[in-house]
């Protein structure tokens, strides 16, 4: 799994450095200790991915309940929810949430192309399945 963001990596190396130093005792017995460093430190930055993805749902379950918009085709919701997660997210945060592209990447912890690649997956299937609906 590749982070993306070396600031997030630094904070990894630094927490499992941490957890291996208090627990040096048991961590030095270990036929490869590098091998739960590595652990320690991707399974600490997953539980950092997935807050940020907890924080970024929560903020648009407060912004719809709200929201004084009119709700939007119940085609177009439906289309939506059929999107993958990771196209969804970035759909939902880019024009329900109106972040910007870079507030998207920031939110979600990805690089700006991948969010615009995600965006042009989606806006392609929902042209697709929706375009079947006219």
Same mark, same amino acid.
């Given at each position: ?75 177009? =919701? ?31 912890? =990805? ?24």
């Amino acid at each position: 799994m590749a982070l993306g963001d070396v600031g997030l990596a630094d904070e990894a190396v630094d927490e499992a450095m941490t957890r291996a130093v208090a627990r040096w005792d048991t961590v030095r017995g270990y036929d490869r200790p590098e091998g739960w460093l590595y652990r320690v430190g991707l399974n600490w930055a997953r539980g950092v991915f997935r807050k940020r993805r907890y924080e970024l749902l929560s903020d648009l379950e407060a912004y719809s309940q709200v929201s004084d918009d009119p709700l939007p085709d119940p085609d177009l =919701i439906e289309a939506v929810g059929r999107l993958s997660l990771k196209l969804r997210t970035v759909v939902v945060a880019r024009y329900h949430l109106d972040f910007s592209t870079a507030e998207v990447a920031e939110t979600l912890g =990805i690089p700006e192309g991948t969010v615009k690649s995600r965006l042009s997956r989606a806006l392609n299937q929902l042209s697709r399945e929706l375009g079947e609906l006219l």
